[in-house]
């Protein structure tokens, strides 16, 4: 009986990761990990006497080594994806990389769950109200308004001026949301998250027309992914 303690050992570690890594996580850790604790669960069942489970363990894990090299190069060239997602409390909402095209999904009251492209410009001004105490939501909702209606902003940008932050605090924004932010893939070179940064920091500097919040959520994502490289 004690033969089968490291074998449960490992199976337990496994079923902890699935139950409590985050999926991004998850996947990277399986592609990393999950070959070599595969070929260690097999060469253990061998030595506890069933060598024919333990080969097949062993077997397995090598083939999923092979195979996750193989497709490793493709995860790193795809690591760019075609949009960007900033989530406030109120909104998540999603930049076109190639066009600098805003939408996004309404989280809380009365349009929950709608898509902003679908929803009117009178609809969008009483989502302003409801949004007018939290300044992050507010700021991101105004951003896109004016690059939808080009005209007759100035009085919402008047109105929904109390409450806003302006800028979002420092140290608010964790590794995964970065990613999202800068539009990258879990795990991307520091060469890759500056590329991204100087792309989409081009589209919304506030001197020309852009967002100060927008600029600052960029700026921090930056910060963020390039300090777990250090």
Not at 181 to 195: C, D, N, P, W, Y
């Amino acid at each position: 009986m004690t033969y089968l303690i490291s074998p449960i050992i490992i199976l337990a570690t496994l079923a902890a990761v699935f139950l409590f890594v985050p999926a991004k996580s998850l996947a990277q850790f399986i592609r990393i990990y999950l070959p070599p604790i595969l070929m260690a669960a097999g060469a253990a069942l061998m030595l506890v006497r069933v060598p024919a489970v333990g080969a097949g363990v062993v077997l397995l894990g090598v083939v999923l080594w092979r195979s996750f090299r193989k497709c490793g190069p493709k995860i790193r060239a795809n690591s760019n994806k075609r949009f960007s997602t900033l989530r406030t409390a109120g909104v998540e909402m999603e930049i076109n990389h190639k066009t600098g095209e805003m939408n996004g999904v309404v989280l809380v009251g009365t349009f929950e769950g709608k898509e902003l492209n679908a929803m009117s410009e009178s609809d969008l001004t009483v989502l302003l109200t409801e949004v007018s105490e939290d300044g992050q939501t507010l700021e991101l909702l105004n951003t896109y308004l004016d690059g939808r209606f080009s005209r007759g902003r100035e009085n919402a940008q008047t109105d929904g001026s109390a409450g806003q932050t302006g800028t979002p605090g420092p140290g608010t924004m964790g590794e995964e949301e970065a990613y999202e932010v800068l539009g990258l893939s879990f795990g991307a070179h520091a060469t890759e998250i500056r590329k991204a940064h100087r792309r989409l920091i081009k589209s919304v500097q506030p001197d020309s027309g852009g967002s100060v919040f927008l600029a600052a959520k960029i700026n921090e994502a930056k910060d963020v992914l390039l300090r777990s490289h250090s």
